[in-house]
């Protein structure tokens, strides 16, 4: 089996070395800080006494993978591995120096993967040499928790450097969907409306931060609503996401950013960890309660659900994926309760064309543009699945 290295024991990394030890590998931890490793390792052992605990493993499968983890602030600890996962600081200028520095220590057939969420593939492998081994695997927040893994070869990586990939994540019993190396990959593509409409909604007066929630969650049986998941996810954290997704589209207004999410971050409003977001989490703290007009409930969920479907659609159209990888992301990677292309089947494509037909008419904007794909397909009375 090869020996896996994992470089940033933050919350990504750790979840990483978990599933990577609890599948028998031999794992390295590196990060600048040894303090983030004796963190990270106390993490683990808890975790893993806790599954004892619980029955869900015996106590020598924790000790096991306890012992299959080392942990090192020195990266040529990396000299022996065979897969190295990157889960380091966002930002590309640091990414590339780690990447080229680790060219160096490791072995020519080393595959070297980074779990950027936006950054481009291409742009972490344009440091190296032998560019043909880079591949982004991205992982999902907690990653022994979520099944999904979004693989992403760049226009560097050789096609053995997928299938070994592709191989190895799914030996480790995740779902995995291969995409373009193209922003925001498929998820953090595709959900871009479900808190960018759901925010224009409350801006326009239409509806408050509750009764969205609660329509998202009653009617159209999210596990989560927008806001209490932004509050979840951190509203810095999500502006963020939003901001690079939108200037890397070169500022299609689809994606653009919402100014009651910016002024949130700024105020410092930034969600749980804050303990006020767009709910006050403190004690005795009371929030407001939804309008549960369901007629109200049933517009809200109509019009952010079309402007999924239509992202989803759009990714089709574009060759992100495989229709069947783009719904397969969204329930596996944000837990949708159905895949959105599915769903708009379900729905009928002409009625969500119709949808956004009439927002586009009443505002103007190219933010309402169906995808060409959801034309044609409508005009024929063409479905994704049977
Ligand atoms: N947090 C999420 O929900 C999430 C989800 C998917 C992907 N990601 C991506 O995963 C990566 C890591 O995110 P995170 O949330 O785990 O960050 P984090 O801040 O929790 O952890 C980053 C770790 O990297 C270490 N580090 C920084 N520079 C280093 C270097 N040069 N060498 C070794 N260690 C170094 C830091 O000490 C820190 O422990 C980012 O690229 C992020 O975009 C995050």
Redesign the pocket.
């Known amino acids: 089996m090869i020996k896996i290295g994992v470089?940033?024991?933050?919350?990504?990394?750790s979840g990483i070395v978990q599933v990577a030890a609890q599948n028998g590998h031999h794992v390295v931890l590196?990060?600048?800080?040894q303090e983030?490793l004796d963190r990270s390792k106390g993490k683990l052992i808890k975790i893993m006494n806790r599954l004892v605990e619980k029955g869900k493993i015996t106590k020598d499968q924790a000790d096991q993978t306890i012992n299959n983890v080392q942990y090192s602030t020195d990266?040529n600890d990396f000299k022996e591995c065979g897969f190295i996962i990157e889960?380091?600081?966002?930002n590309l200028e640091?990414k590339q120096?780690?990447f080229s520095q680790l060219e160096s220590i490791v072995s020519n057939d080393c595959i070297l993967a980074?779990?950027?969420?936006?950054l481009s593939i291409a742009s972490i492998g344009g440091v190296l040499k032998n560019a043909q081994r880079i591949i982004g695997v991205?992982?999902?927040?907690p990653a022994p928790l979520m099944p999904l893994v979004e693989i992403i070869p760049s226009v560097q990586t050789n096609e053995e450097i997928l299938s070994k990939t592709k191989i190895l994540i799914d030996s480790w019993k995740k779902v995995t969907v291969i995409c373009k190396d193209t922003p925001g990959f498929i998820v953090n593509r595709v959900a871009r409306p479900f808190y960018g409409e759901a925010l224009r909604i409350y801006e326009e007066g239409i509806a408050d931060f509750a009764t969205i929630d609660w329509a998202m969650t009653t009617i159209g049986g999210f596990k989560m609503g927008p806001f209490t998941l932004m509050d979840y996810i951190g509203n810095d954290?999500n502006y963020t996401v939003t901001e690079t997704v939108f200037k890397a589209f070169y500022y299609d207004p689809r994606y653009r950013p919402s100014f009651t999410q910016k002024r949130h971050a700024e105020a410092g409003y930034l969600g749980r960890k804050t303990n006020r977001g767009y709910y006050d989490y403190s004690e005795n703290a009371t929030n407001p309660e939804p309008v549960k007009d369901e007629i109200l409930g049933q517009k809200i969920v109509d019009r952010i659900v079309a402007m999924l479907i239509n992202e989803a659609v759009d990714a089709v159209f574009w060759n992100i994926a495989d229709k069947e990888a783009i719904d397969l992301a969204m329930t596996k990677g944000v837990n949708y309760p159905k895949g959105l292309l599915k769903w708009g089947d379900e729905i009928g494509l002409d009625i969500v064309l119709s949808r956004l037909n009439e927002l586009f008419e009443l505002y103007g904007e190219d933010r309402y543009r169906p995808s060409p794909l959801m034309k044609k397909m409508a005009e024929k009375g063409e479905k994704f699945f049977d």
């Open positions: 470089l940033g024991g933050g919350t990504m990394g590196v990060d600048l800080s983030i990266i889960a380091i600081v966002e640091i120096n780690v980074s779990n950027t969420s936006s991205h992982f999902f927040n954290i």
